[in-house]
C-alpha cells in the first residue's frame, strides 16, 4: 500500500516530468506507451500488479529521455534492466 506522501510524490513526479515533455513536444512519442495503459497514481481501481508496471514503463521512459539529452548519463545496464523489468511487469498482468 502507498501512503500518502508516496502517493502525493509519485503524482508530482509524473506531472512534472509529463509538462516537461509536453513542453518540448515529446510527449506523444515519448510517453505513448505510458499514456495507453490509462492508469495514473489515483486509479485505485487498478492492481498493484498494474500500478507497477505502469512505474516501470514511466521510469524506462525517464531514462531514455535522460540518456537522450546527456548521452550515456545513464548506463547501458539501467536501461536494460528497466526494459527488463516492464516486460516482466506485463507478464505478471496475463499471468495474473
Known amino acids: 500500500m502507498v501512503s500518502a506522501a508516496g502517493f502525493t510524490f509519485s503524482k508530482s513526479v509524473k506531472r ?15 510517453c505513448s506507451e505510458y499514456i495507453s495503459l490509462k492508469i495514473s497514481p489515483h486509479h485505485i481501481h487498478k492492481t498493484k ?9 514511466l521510469c524506462k521512459i525517464i531514462a531514455q529521455v ?23 511487469s506485463q507478464n505478471d498482468i496475463k499471468m495474473a
Open 16 to 30: 512534472y516530468i509529463l509538462k516537461y515533455l509536453a513542453e518540448n513536444d515529446q510527449i506523444k512519442n515519448d
Open 49 to 57: 500488479a498494474e500500478h507497477k508496471h505502469a512505474i516501470f514503463v
Open 66 to 88: 535522460i540518456n537522450e539529452k546527456d548521452e550515456n548519463s545513464i548506463p547501458d545496464n539501467v536501461c536494460n534492466s528497466l526494459t527488463d523489468l516492464v516486460e516482466r
